[in-house]
């Protein structure tokens, strides 16, 4: 896209819903009138809804209606191929995600929903997915088993970046994939996958991330959302760009470039588990408590307890001081 139309876009996403006046857009852009109608008429001819008033200016038909994402993303620069397959209300988007892999959906492909009424979290949880939010699931196609070990805390860095260079909020991550905000839960990663004699079939990435959806009453205390740390409701498809833009670059990181010390060392800087007292309770149910030291080359968590250092692979976290 234009560079020019890009910071129109900007700008008017900016405003969202609101006018933004010729001068203000000339100004922004350093262009005169006629060149601005010139611009706003490639983004309509691009399917952006813009609407305008001859006293107030030029005003953006939400770029908070996930039904437009698939416009948004169209002229993404990303090494994925990322399309989407946006569904208004479903169970879970993992559910249709895994049934478009089983018929052969391309890798980039994102099921997203605006409403699910069984989402589901890790180790068997509920996750509430009202309206408001950013729900989706992406099937990757990665060849290589080992390299998929670090996935999950390669999507959440993603995820801590794409947040952090679009609303300039930081966020931390909790081992192994939670984002946290002032400790309490803005996101989460649920990681699923069809692995056959060593061979991976898919992957399904499923990411929560509250936005502008309201938290329960009985998960106040523990999760948060981007409109209650912003003060205001956030346009979601732009934010899903950013998020995308930087997954797709710690995906090259770890299967192309095969650069598990970036991964590594980056999650460890925006880590908020390291360094922490924590219980942590493994799948076959063992309880362990110390304190969190490392993340291995295979991103498990390396805990320093009284009998020695003891590592997890997959289980549940809880940071006790
Ligand atoms: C967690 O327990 O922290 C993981 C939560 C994952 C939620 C996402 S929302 C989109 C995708 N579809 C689901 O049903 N769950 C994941």
Known sequence: MDKRLRVLLDLLEEHSGEYVSGSEIARALGVSKPTINRLINMLRSRGFIIESNPRKGYRLVS????????LYLADL?????YRVYYVEKCISTQDIASALAEQGAHEGTIVLAEEMSGGRGRLGRKWYALRGGLWFTLILRPRVVKDAQLLSLAVGLGLVKGIEKHLGTKTSLKWPNDVLYDERKLAGILVEGKIESNYIKYILVGIGLNVNNEIPAELRSTAISLKEIKGKSIPRIPLLRSILLQIDHYYVTLFEKKDYEEILSEWKKY????????????IDGRIIVGKAVDVDKNGALVIETSHGLEKIYAGDLEHLR
């Open 63 to 70: 770029a908070d209606n996930l039904a437009n994402a698939e």
């Open 77 to 81: 620069e990303a090494s994925l191929d």
């Open 271 to 282: 880590s908020t588990t390291i360094g922490r007292t924590v219980k942590a309770v493994t």
